[in-house]
């Protein structure tokens, strides 16, 4: 924190270097806070150029890497969600339970609506959660609204191989 001692002298040089000592600061707490975010997300944020292999936790999928992942995936099923939505936090157990118990069989990714709205309006989606099922690359099926688990778990399995 010697940065802040070096601003109270007046020099501009002094301003300089005291803000460029909490820039190279920033980057080093954001480069660990992004190992701790990889490491919690157990390499489940990908971006497009990495293998879309099924895994047991959804992948977070976001405008960047929806289109390729949604290409390399033979079975993909993508909760559109957002935090404040009671309904859509009512699903997501529901999803990873999913993501966990079809591992192997299908591919399971969330996409944030908020943070991600070309892919949203790309697909249309006015209404949360929906769930949207891709094939080899193309949507097939889908529906608006939660759901219990039987009920996904049947619009899924005709899909599956």
């Given at each position: 924190?010697?940065?802040?001692?070096?601003?109270?002298?007046?020099s501009l040089g002094d301003i300089i270097q005291a803000m460029q000592n909490w820039?190279?600061?920033l980057n080093e707490i954001m480069e660990k806070k992004m190992k701790d975010l990889a490491k919690k997300s157990n390499g489940n944020n990908f971006s497009d150029n990495n293998n879309t292999t099924m895994g047991t936790a959804p992948l977070t999928l976001n405008d960047s890497n929806f289109d390729g992942t949604i290409k390399k995936s033979q079975l993909i099923v993508v909760d559109f969600w957002a935090p404040w939505c009671g309904p859509c936090r009512a699903v997501s157990p529901v999803i990873e339970q999913l993501a966990t118990e079809l591992a192997g069989k299908a591919l399971f990714g969330k996409l944030n609506v908020d943070e991600n709205p070309v892919v949203s309006s790309t697909f249309g989606i006015q209404s949360i959660p929906t769930i949207?099922?891709?094939k080899n690359g193309k949507m097939v099926d889908g529906f608006v609204g939660a759901a219990s688990k039987s009920q996904i778990l049947s619009k899924i399995s005709t899909y599956i191989d």
């Open positions: 924190m010697h940065a802040k001692a070096i601003i109270f002298n007046n820039n190279d600061e949207a099922i891709f």
